[in-house]
């Protein structure tokens, strides 16, 4: 999604002393637009943009190691909700050599809907959006009410949804096309998975940690919220980060 709806995060981890990079999505924010061709391949297109700013970021890391300037010591940590959730879970399957971990908030799964579905829902979306965009007087009001909003980002949030482009939603995409336990058993990174139990809003859930646990995998830690929806952290702030940043501290020290 858009860097400025994760506002209240990006100053959490900020104030704890870590350095935060947040990206748009592409078709959010202030990034590229979708062309049709890349349309035609979106989730793979999704998974090349983040790769391409983790090399960049890699390569930087890596130059001021070499000239004995300041740097960080392993490379950052790739946290992604929903659809950022499952590319960042592909991202770091493909290439390990690029962060020192991954924190997977409630990942859409590829594999669980069928095409048609998942065209109906991106209609839906689109319609949701159309509607929002209409009247953003009204929006942003619902947003400020809403209690799994945070203030910091009911405007930001707003404002999103006027720099989203609605391409994809036309397309029902909303992962990577790579089943998404096939994905978690590839993952050679330490990986918190992190998803809620409130009934038709949490993705994952706690059937989806049963399969993934199921695995045996001793590079993945899963957390389940209680009370928590799709997006743990805005339903359920307090148990997200005590879920997140002890995991965080192990894995990448401030």
């Known amino acids: 999604g858009s860097a400025v709806s994760q506002s209240e995060a990006i100053s959490h981890w900020a104030r704890a002393g870590y350095r935060v990079i947040a990206l748009d999505a592409r078709g959010h924010g202030l990034s590229p637009r979708w062309s049709p061709e890349q349309l035609a391949r979106a989730g793979e297109v999704l998974v090349d943009d983040v790769v391409a700013a983790l090399s960049e970021i890699e390569a930087e890391r890596s130059a001021r190691l070499a000239a004995a300037l300041p740097a960080p010591a392993v490379p950052p940590v790739l946290i992604g909700h929903s659809m950022g959730g499952a590319t960042a879970m592909v991202v770091a399957a493909r290439h390990p050599e690029l962060v020192a971990g991954a924190v997977l908030c409630d990942p859409a799964r590829y594999g669980q809907r069928s095409p048609a579905e998942l065209l109906a829902r991106g209609a839906a979306r689109r319609r949701a959006l159309e509607s929002e965009l209409a009247d953003l007087p009204a929006a ?65 859930g706690a059937q989806g940690l049963a399969a993934v646990e199921a695995l045996g995998h001793a590079n993945v830690t899963t957390a389940l919220v209680p009370g928590a929806g799709h997006d743990v952290r805005r339903s359920r702030p307090e148990g997200f980060y005590a879920a997140v940043d002890p995991w965080l501290a192990q894995v990448l020290p401030a």
Do not use: I, N, Y
């Open 140 to 204: 942003l009001s619902r947003s400020l009410a809403s209690d799994s909003v945070p203030h910091a980002e009911a405007a930001a949030g707003v404002w999103a949804s006027q720099h989203m482009d609605p391409a994809l939603l036309g397309t029902g995409v909303v992962a990577p096309e790579v089943p998404w336990l096939e994905a978690m058993a590839e993952l050679r990174v330490p990986t918190l998975l992190v998803t809620g139990d409130r009934p038709g809003a949490a993705r994952v």
